[in-house]
């Protein structure tokens, strides 16, 4: 069955540090998602892309964050200068064309850690 | 703009209990509602959706009934297995082709044998 794969599960990175977080979502789908969990929080959007540009985004995908799809394949979130408050699981998600109804598939995660 | 209004957790259960997870929305248009587990080091799966008025969604015997007149769509199973264990998450998405997942803040379940 075709998944969302992301990596690396888990990042430790250094306040101030650049972080890029890769995702390779389901081949036929044109919808891309990012979004986030702050520990025992509840899912935020973060940005949502299509057809080469962003769709959508929310207030915390400040001008710190940027998203990529560089070779088709591929799907990338890149934090610049990460803060401790940037701390979370970050879940990316594709779908297809279908529709308001048609279903996301997420990806496992990965869980961002700022020390 | 739109929002969901999840029961708080956590919630403990017996194995056989009757579970049911409240869950109701505002949004702008005709959404559509979902409920996504996640189990314990996994990410979100759908369990179950509805598209219009009265649908019922079902899975694995959940249950969700899109009521529009209460704006719910609450979660039910009749019988919970300890492997039902996870956190659920009741989410909507409205019209507009990219438009994304809101989410509410998600409601931990747990089974005891």
């Known amino acids: 069955e075709p998944e969302v794969t992301q990596t690396p599960s888990h990042q430790v990175t250094q306040m101030g540090q650049e972080v890029i977080l890769r995702c390779v979502p389901i081949?036929?789908?044109?919808?891309f998602y990012w979004y986030r969990q702050i520990l025992g929080q509840k899912v935020e959007f973060l940005v949502s892309?299509?057809?080469?540009?962003?769709?959508?985004k929310s207030e915390i995908f400040d001008d710190q964050f940027s998203v990529e799809r560089p070779d088709g394949s591929n799907f990338t979130l890149k934090i610049r200068s990460t803060k401790l408050e940037d701390s979370a699981m970050y879940f990316c998600?594709?779908?297809?064309?279908?529709?308001?109804?048609?279903?996301?598939?997420f990806g496992q995660g990965t869980r961002l850690t700022v020390v | 703009g739109d929002s969901v209004t999840q029961m708080e957790g956590p919630v403990t259960l017996s194995e056989e209990a009757f579970l049911t997870i409240n869950c109701t929305y505002t949004?702008?248009?005709?959404?559509?509602l979902f409920w996504y587990v996640q189990y314990p080091g996994e990410g979100l799966q759908l369990l179950l959706k509805?598209?219009?008025?009265?649908d019922k969604g079902s899975n694995k015997g959940f249950e969700a009934t899109y009521r529009k007149e209460t704006t719910s769509f609450h979660l039910e199973k009749g019988s919970v297995q300890v492997s039902d264990s996870a956190v659920y998450f009741c989410?909507?998405?409205?019209?507009?082709?990219?438009?994304?997942?809101?989410f509410g803040s998600g409601t931990q379940l747990t089974v005891l044998p």
């Open positions: 892309f299509y057809n080469n540009e962003i769709s959508e």
């Open positions: 081949s036929n789908h044109l919808y």
């Open positions: 989410a909507l998405r409205t019209s507009g082709s990219a438009r994304q997942l809101t």
């Open positions: 949004a702008t248009g005709y959404p559509s």
């Open positions: 998600a594709s779908r297809s064309p279908g529709g308001q109804a048609a279903e996301a598939f």
């Open positions: 509805a598209t219009k008025a009265d």
